[in-house]
Each structure stands twice: as C-alpha cells, then as structure tokens.
C-alpha cells in the first residue's frame, strides 16, 4: 500500500471505499490489482484472515484460503493525510512512504533547472549515467565468464589453452571498462560541480514548497500539489529576466520564482492568512540559511512552556504576571541569558518602552538594541503583544521585501487565464461574501451569457441534475456553475470521478466548471490541487463598504435612485444611513467578542432587500413608519442571521442611530461625537459616491460606540490568531529539537503536573459530613462540584501517566497521546482534558494553577464550611451554584423557584466578614469593554491599555421577579471566558452564557450596549 507523491505522509487509511465507492479495482497483469484513492479502510481487513490467507499477497476482499492465489499482489494508494493505522491492518499490508523528502524535491528541481539553463550537461550527464551503468553490467558479466571458465576447467588450468586465452582477453577488456569508468567519474564529477552552481535555488524551492505542505492544517481548502508546484517552477524559469552571470542569473529567478508562489498561493488564501503565508516564507527560507534559530522560533510562537514561575514580579504596576513570567521563561534561550537581571536593573528605561505608543518601531534600551531583528520581536512578544503583527509585518518587509505584504487584487480575467477546460475553478466562501454577481457579469462579457451559462445549487437531490448539465456543456463549449458544494457532501465522490474522467480529446475547448463551497474538509483533495482557487472577501472598511453599496445595484440604478418622487430627502437620508449602518455591523466582526458573539455573515443580499422596503414603505406611507422598517430590517432581514440575544440586541441598538426622524430633519446628522462620519446634505448619485471617496481610510472605534482599548483587544486577538496558525502548520518540527529533548521535556511537564494533583476529593466523606438537606441546597452543590472535578483529575491523571508509558514504550503511542505531547509542547491545554473540563482559555501553567485554586476552594469548603464570599469563577458549573442559592430562598419563604429571580448590589469592598441574611455574596468577576467606578458606584469609562477591571463583592439576592422594577441600570451578561459564544449543553443552559448582571450606569443604556460591555468570570492568562 502506498501513496503518491503529494505534499502528505503516506500513513493513510485505506478505505471502506472498497465497498462504498464500488470502484472496479484496476488489473494491471495477471494477478496483479490496483485501487487508486482509497479512503479509510476498516473491515475489509477481517480480522479472522490469517496470514496463510494472506501472506504479503492480496486477493479480492471476501475471498476464501482455497480461492486464493497466492501470487496475486493487491495494491492499493491512497491521498489521505497524516493517517494512523491499528497495528492489526499494519500487520496485514507492506507500507510505503512515497511522500517525497526535502532532499529529494531539492535534487528534482536541480534537475529541472539544470535542464533548461544547461541542456549540454543535463544531457551528458544523463549519457554518462547510461554509460556507468553500460560498463558495470559488462563488468559484471566478464566476472561471471571467469568464474564460469574457473569451474569448468578440469585438472591443471594452466594446460587449458582456451581458458587461458578467455582469462587474457577478460583482463584486458576489464582494464578497458576500469580505465572508461575512471574517465567517466571524471567528467562526472566535473558535471556535478557545474550543477552544484544551481543548488541554491534547488534549495531555496524545495524550502518554499515545504512551506505550503501544512497550509491544510489552517484550513483543507489550502491543498496544492506537486505537480502545481513544479508547473509553477517551470514557468518562473521561462519568464524570469536572463543573465549570463550565474549568480545574477539565480538571483533573477529566486525573486520571480518566491513572489510568483506567493501571488499565485495568496489568490487563494483568506485574507487573515496572507500575513501569516508571508511571515512562513521568511522565517523558513531564515531557518534554513541559518539566520534563524529554530528554539528562538518555536519561543516566538509559544512563549515557552512553564507551569510556575517563583520570581516575583519586578513592577506589577505596569507589566502583566503573564508577560513576565514569558519574560523568564525567554531567559532560558542563549541570547537572553542575562535579560532578568538586566531587566530589572533598568525599569524605567523599560517602562518607558512598554508605554511607547509604536513600541515596534522603538529602539530596546541598551545594551539590547543590539539584537537581531527576530530577537528583538521576541521581546516585544513578551512585553506588548498587541504590536507583534505590526512587527511582523515590518520584519517580512526588510527580509522579502514590500510587495509581500501587499497582497496582489482579486482578478477574476486572470484566474479564468490561468485556467483550461480541465480544470475548474473553486471561488472558496467567506461569510458575507458572494460571487456570483461578479461571475455573471464577466460571463456576459466573456460571451458566455444566457444559454451559454448554467448555474445550479447543490443540495438533495440535485447531484444528478449537476452531472448532466456538465455532460451536456462539455460538448456544447458552455459554462456550468455549482453553487454550495459544501452541501452536497455525498457527492463529493461523484463529482471527483467526473473531474478525473475529463480528457481534453473529449471535452469543448471553451467549457469551464466553476464550483463555489465554504471551507469544508469534506471537499476531494484531488479537485481542490488540480482547481484554480480564489477567495472573494467583502471589502474591508466602512469607505469601501459604503462605496460597494453606492456603485452596485440596485443603488447605482438612476430609476430606482430617483424613484421616491416628491420623497427624495427622505429616502436618499435613510438610504444613506442604511447602508452606513450595513457597513458598520460588517466592520464590527473585526473586534471579536466585543463586537458580535458570533460573527454572522451578513451580505449584500440583506442590505438590497431591506433597500427596496425601504423605497416601498416611503412611497406607500405619507409619514416614514419607522416601527415597521426597524422591525423588517433589524429584526427580519438582518436580525433573521442573528441567533444570539445579546447580539440582537446591539444591532437593534445600532439601527436605532440611523433610523430616526433626526437623520431626515437634521442636514448633518452625526454618526459619531467627533462629527468626522454624518449623513450629507441632499445630493446627487454623483456627489454621494465622491463624499464617500473622501472619508478616512482606516476609522476611528468611536464610530462603533467603542474607546480606544478596544484596538488594543482586537491587536491582541489578531497576535493570538497568528500564533495559533503558524503552530499548526509546525507538525514536522512540533519536537523543536531531538527526540531525546522533546521526550525529557514531556517527562518533565508530565511529572510537574502529577506532583501537583491532590488527591481525589473522598465523596463518601463529603456526604456523610454535608448530607442531602432540605434547607441546604448548596450541601448537594459542593457534593456534585467534587463529582465534576474527580472526573477532571482522573482523565488528567490517566492521560500523563500513559504519555510517560509511551515514552519508555510501555505502551502504544496512539493519536490521542501523540495530540496530547503536541498540546503540552507548545504549552496548550490539550483537547482530551478540554472535554473533560470547564471551559477555558488560558495556556498550560495558568490553567493547571487556576485548577489547583478551584480545588482548593472545594477543600476548604469541606474543612472549614460554607465559604461567606463564594468564588463564583471556581465552579465547574456555575448554573448550579446559582440554582442553589435561589432554591434556600424559595423553600426558605415557600416560594414557588420560577417566580423568582436574583436582585444585584455591587459593594465596595473586595471581601466580607458574614454572610448575608438572604443570598450570596460573590466575587472574582471581571468586566470587559468599561470600568467600575467604586466611589460612584457606576459604570465607567476605562483606563488606557487596562482592558479588564476587578469588580469588588457583589450581593445576588432572590427576590420575586414582580418586584424587580426597571431603574435604566445596564443588563450586563455574564460569561464564563472572554470567548463568550457557546451552545446548549445537555441540561438546557449555555456552556458559556451564565445569567444577566444588573448595573448602574450614570449614562444611556445603549452607550455601553455598544461599548459590548460583559462580566467574564475568568480571563485568558
């Protein structure tokens, strides 16, 4: 069993597709069967067939001992990636790695780029070879006539005339061959000193296409292959600018061949990849010419792997425990060895820096300018991470060049060129992004309009009507487009067979098949690597936002401009504002949580509907009947996408900014308080669209109700995302050193770990002292809490007892182990024990030290009592905690518990001495988006560069919710991380979403609406 050549380790699992796909197998000879593209294979293999059945042959699955031949051999190859096969199939079936190596890509290139700048060479290298290869077999057969003469000779060989004459000649002929072969290792090697001159690109490519192999990992629509890649490697050596000079020629197609990889990957990467894609060609092409160390990398993206860090913290004013903790853990790489004392000897000069507003571009304090540029980027990753994506894009700059962060447009004409009837094109989808207005109008002008072009969406039932339009249009010469192939999965395989299928002999010259999906990994990886793909984002910005809106239909039809006779004030004003407003809750995804829990797709679809209701409210109503089109377009079209609450909320908050009578009567009606963004006076189309050509570029978060923080916050989010997809495509070098390194370095955060567990809560203990109590609910809260957390313990425990196993090789290493090293290795909490666990964002050494204090809590609640000020973020499920206290309420006053609900007080005091006479007093919260303010006890703007604040005591008194009066206090959600999405567990309530806070607020609700103002009960350090 093998595999191609693909950019994928071969292990793969060969499939159930025996049965599935009904593929004939192919019979290449007698006895000999081959099954291409095999998907995951289970019990094909029997596990009852012995190896007298099977031997290393392969007969057809099902087939008895008797029916048997046991010279027939079954092949099959597969295109799986990085597969793990049960030892029970390995032992069955010979594997093969065809994955090909770096050493052997980089010879393959040489031979391609020698054989096109050098010909002669490559040809008389080639001829030298045939020739060794000539004079060896001859070698070998004058060898076997001596030794055949020897033994046939009888008596005294030396009275053998003949044979003496056969041993003459032989010698002299072998002379002859030995004295060629020298001559020829001769040329040889001066042959191969000629070549070695082309190596450098040979080497600078194969580094390149390693860098793509990975790219999966990010996202299974990124699949390239090697046939891609050396097609790609073959135009840059025809186009690239000549030169007799050989240096100056290698240069020139060094530089055509990188930015060509990287304009001709980048067409098909997202937007938020693009970046990343540029910083993985430079670090890699670094590594290799050993400009980078590869331990100062693997730091860079991880932050080293701690789980305890004894030296205090120098200045915990203003430098962060996690920053400095990753400050120490730095000092552990070579160049930094003397970086703590050092730093601490110097806190003002480092002060300073860390309060640089551009602290990328800032020089370090001596003596540490002196740091290369990488190094130096290390330590801003430790002490302002919101500014390492400004620094790397700087640092690709100086080492590439500028056009690798300045990604190429969108072009349709030229991926269409790039293009054959063979092969299709994949518009890969983004959430609010659609192609097909765009595709329509370059059919039409391609000539490809009307009957010529046939659009279908997949779904049930449709994959039969999709093969036969492409039938029908590979013979006629039109175009078919297949929307949605992410919802037709089980056509996936059809579809495949029939790209695989095209022969160019029997298809039109002029038909494309044009295909649209959202990332799915359920797509074939052989269409995907023989596809041209695109990605078509919506634009980015509320200028080029506002500006597609104006210039595409149907806002750039005059009739329908113009269509509210008599009423043109007001729809062009709310028109504008509408799709200000379509513009900004796009631009809102940018900030993460603090824009929308969930990032919603809203597309132009949603903005020219609420547009034409718009248009036909205005003119059916003689005044504008704002109720009905902010209930059509907020909670319909727009809010029809929304499936959050909360969410629903701040774009109905939102709407309400632009759908107002204000907007009609005022002639500039602002957007913002700084006044930069409002709704012009009335104009024509004309001057609309060069009012909106002179906004800003880039927009201020006031325009989206936030402070500046949340820069910060979003700078800090796009930090995380880069590490976390430059780690995933690090599979090969997860280890970041020897094996026997990497295996000491689990050892070790194994064993720190396991010494650090207590023991398992004793839960007949915890019954018998807090039994099953009618007025004491929160007996069975602490009981259930220690149940939770045991299961926790022990799936921890069990987990780093085998990984040490599996290092000695006690035990196999399966995938979950192997996953389990990788998490730990980065410094990540690992998927086994996520499941298991409360949710989380933190890395490795805070989570197990936030695990330790929630364990704590529960001891010494079993010890001492019912704490007076509960923790409220050390529950695994806080639901319960809060249930508790609303249940000692209602059967305390014979309440019925649904009529009630809890009442809030926040104090001013981080702790209190008894408890209080009804409800809990709880702490340990955290607000996002504001402050609070202890002296006023209000809602507050926040401080610069404080993105969360510690909220003191807080008092959750049940109260009956008819006595819960409406005082304009914000309702503030609470979530249990920073992540704030979650779905519905088993018991009803959210896996993140606890309950609704109530605050006072000295300002209007919808001001911190907008700010997404939350309680979180732990943050991500």
């Keep these: 069993m093998a595999t191609d050549d693909r950019p994928t380790e071969p292990g793969q699992q060969v499939g159930q597709e025996l049965r599935e796909r009904q593929q004939p197998l192919r019979c290449e000879a007698d006895g000999l069967r081959l099954h291409e593209n095999a998907g995951e294979l289970h019990s094909v293999w029997d596990s009852s067939a012995d190896r007298e059945r099977w031997g290393r042959a392969g007969p057809k699955p099902g087939a008895s001992a008797a029916q048997t031949d046991l010279q027939a051999r079954l092949y099959i190859t597969t295109k799986l990636r990085n597969p793990h096969y049960l030892p029970e199939l390995s032992t069955k079936v010979t594997l093969l790695n065809f994955m090909i190596t770096p050493e052997g890509l980089e010879d393959q290139l040489l031979g391609i780029v020698v054989a096109k700048e050098r010909p002669e060479l490559e040809e008389e290298r080639n001829a030298l070879i045939v020739q060794s290869a000539a004079n060896k077999k001859q070698l070998k057969e004058i060898e076997d006539k001596i030794l055949e003469t020897l033994s046939a000779s009888e008596g005294n060989i030396l009275e053998d005339e003949s044979a003496i004459q056969i041993l003459d000649s032989s010698k002299v002929l072998s002379n002859e061959i030995s004295k060629k072969q020298k001559v020829a290792e001769e040329t040889e090697r001066k042959i191969e000193q000629s070549r070695a001159g082309y190596r450098p690109i040979a080497a600078h490519g194969s580094v390149l296409f390693f860098s793509i192999t990975d790219l ?151 003596p540490w300018n002196k740091l290369t540029d990488f190094q130096k980027m290390i ?39 790039d293009s054959n009837k063979c092969i299709p094109l994949i518009f890969v989808l983004s959430p609010g992004a659609d192609p097909m207005a765009g595709l329509l109008k370059f059919a039409a002008d391609s000539g490809f309009g009307d009957d010529k072009f046939n659009a279908i969406s997949l779904g049930q039932g449709q994959g039969p009507v999709a093969s036969k339009l492409i039938s029908a249009a590979m013979k006629d010469g ?40 959202y990332p799915s990994p359920k797509f074939p990886v052989s269409v995907l690597q023989n596809s041209v793909k695109m990605t078509n984002e919506p634009p980015t910005g509320l200028r080029q936002n506002l500006l597609q809106s104006y210039i595409t239909d149907p806002i750039s039809d005059s009739t329908f401009f ?245 290092i000695k090789g006690l035990v196999v290493m399966n995938p979950e182990l192997e996953a389990l090293a990788g998490s730990l290795l980065i410094g990540k909490v690992p998927e086994y024990w996520a499941k298991r666990s409360y949710p989380s964002l933190k890395p490795l050494g805070s989570y197990v030290a936030d695990l330790l204090q929630r364990l704590k809590l529960l001891e010494d609640w079993m010890d001492t009592g019912k704490p007076v000020v509960f923790w409220i973020s050390g529950f695994y499920f806080t639901q319960a905690f809060l249930t508790g206290a609303l249940q000692n309420y209602a059967r305390k006053y014979t309440i019925p518990i649904d009529k009630l609900t809890f009442d809030y007080k926040v104090l001013s005091v981080d702790d209190c001495d008894k408890p209080p006479e009804d409800g809990v007093y709880v702490k340990g919260l955290f607000l996002d988006g504001a402050r609070w303010d202890r002296e006023k006890g209000v809602l507050a703007e926040q401080y610069p560069k404080v993105l969360y604040d510690s909220m003191p005591v807080m008092l959750l008194k049940p109260a009956k919710k008819s006595d819960i009066k409406d005082d304009g206090s914000y309702r503030c959600p609470l979530y249990k991380t920073s992540e704030r999405r979650g779905v519905l567990s088993t018991t009803g309530h959210s896996t993140n979403y606890v309950l609704p806070f109530q605050l006072p607020t000295d300002k209007p609700v919808k001001y911190w609406i907008l700010r997404g103002v939350a309680l979180l009960c732990q943050l991500d350090d």
């Design 562 to 806: 113009e269509g509210c006779p008599g009423k043109e004030l007001r729809f062009e004003k709310l028109l504008y504002g509408l799709c200000f407003f379509h513009a900004l809750v796009q631009e809102r995804r940018k900030f993460g949580p603090l824009g929308w829990n969930i990032p919603y797709g809203f597309n132009e679809s949603d903005l020219r509907i609420s547009i034409r209701q718009l248009q036909m409210f205005i003119n059916e109503y003689e005044e504008v009947p704002f109720d009905a089109i902010t209930y059509l377009t907020g909670q319909c079209n727009y809010g029809g996408r929304v499936t959050d609450d909360w969410d629903r909320r701040c774009l109905l908050a939102i709407l309400s900014n632009f759908y107002t009578s204000e907007i009609v009567n005022d002639p500039k009606y602002k957007f913002s308080p700084s006044g930069v963004y409002y709704s012009p006076p009335k104009s024509s189309y004309e001057e609309y669209v060069e009012f909106i050509k002179e906004l800003p570029m880039s927009q201020h978060p006031e325009i989206f109700g936030m402070d500046g923080n949340v820069d910060i916050s979003k700078e800090l989010r796009e930090t995380r995302v880069l590490f976390d997809s430059i780690l995933l495509t690090q599979s090969q070098h997860s280890g970041g050193g020897s094996g026997h390194k990497t295996e000491d370095t689990l050892n070790e955060i194994a064993s720190d770990i396991l010494s650090k567990l207590p023991m398992n809560f004793d839960l007949e203990l915890a019954i018998s002292k807090y039994p099953v109590c009618y007025e004491e609910s929160m007996n069975t809260v602490l009981v259930q809490e220690m149940e939770r957390f045991n299961r926790l313990l022990e799936g921890i425990r069990t987990s780093l007892t085998s990984l040490q196993k599996a």
């Design 216 to 366: 999966p990992n990010i996202d299974p629509m990124y699949q390239y292959s090697l046939a891609w890649f050396v097609n790609l490697f073959h135009i840059s050596i025809s186009e690239s600018t000549k030169s007799k000079h050989l240096e100056r020629r290698l240069r020139y197609l060094t530089e055509h061949f990188t930015y060509n990889l990287y304009c001709n990957v980048c067409r098909s990467l997202f937007e938020k990849d693009k970046l990343l894609f540029s910083f993985l060609l430079c670090s890699n092409l670094m590594v290799a010419k050993q400009n980078m160390d590869r331990d100062e990398f693997m730091f860079f993206l991880t932050g080293g792997v701690g789980l305890e860090n004894k030296v205090p913290n120098p200045a915990p004013s203003w430098l962060s425990d996690r920053s400095w903790d990753e400050t120490c853990r730095m000092c552990d790489l070579r160049a930094f060895a003397k970086f703590r004392a050092s730093f601490s000897s110097q806190l003002e000069e480092w002060k300073a820096y860390y309060e640089q507003r551009e602290p990328h571009l800032a020089p370090l304090p001596a």
């Design 478 to 517: 039109s175009w078919v487009v297949l929307q949605n192939c992410h919802l037709a999965v089980s056509w996936m395989p059809a579809l495949e067979k029939t790209c695989e299928e095209m022969n160019p002999e029997h298809v039109h010259q002029d038909f494309r098949l044009w295909l649209t999906s």
């Design 379 to 417: 330590v801003l990753r430790c002490l302002r991470p919101d500014k390492v994506v400004a620094m790397v894009i700087n640092f690709v700059k100086n080492n590439l060049g500028d056009k690798f962060v300045d990604p190429p447009p969108f072009d349709l004409t030229k991926s269409y060129a």
